[in-house]
């Protein structure tokens, strides 16, 4: 696994943790590691064989939680974390995330409100005429969604 794989993944946690109105510092934490690690010039993966955690740390953003994370992902390609939060919120979710209108907080409506964790899903809801009961969602918003699934 890349540096760049890596911090997809850290990405998508943050964005994971953002649709489930996790705590906004927690997030902002591994965007902030993902954004490090995604430039950084050696690959984690020789820092993590040759330093450790310890030498993980040494990445702006990286503390302890996160370098372990980072070596559970070169080592098994996941972490627990991961696999709690995707057990409850798929990861489907994040797809609805690529539709222009909808952002975080609409998701999280979506998933939360009307249990829309897919675009199959998604599809299904704006057909049966689900976006007029989402607050926020104006028509010029709906429509912008439904151009979109059409593509």
Known sequence: MDNEQLARRLYRLSALMEIRGDDPFRLRSYRNAAEAIET?????????????IAGLQSIPGVGKAIAGKIVDLLERGTFDAWERITAETPE???DLLEIPGIGPKTAALLHQKF?????????????????????????????????????
């Open 40 to 52: 950084w010039p050696t690959p984690l993966s020789e820092i993590a064989k040759d330093e450790g």
């Open 92 to 94: 489907s979710v994040l």
């Open 115 to 151: 249990k829309v964790s897919s675009l199959e899903e998604l599809e299904k809801f704006v057909e049966g005429g689900g976006l007029e009961m989402v607050d926020g969602i104006g028509p010029k918003t709906a429509e912008r969604i439904k151009e979109s699934l059409e593509e």
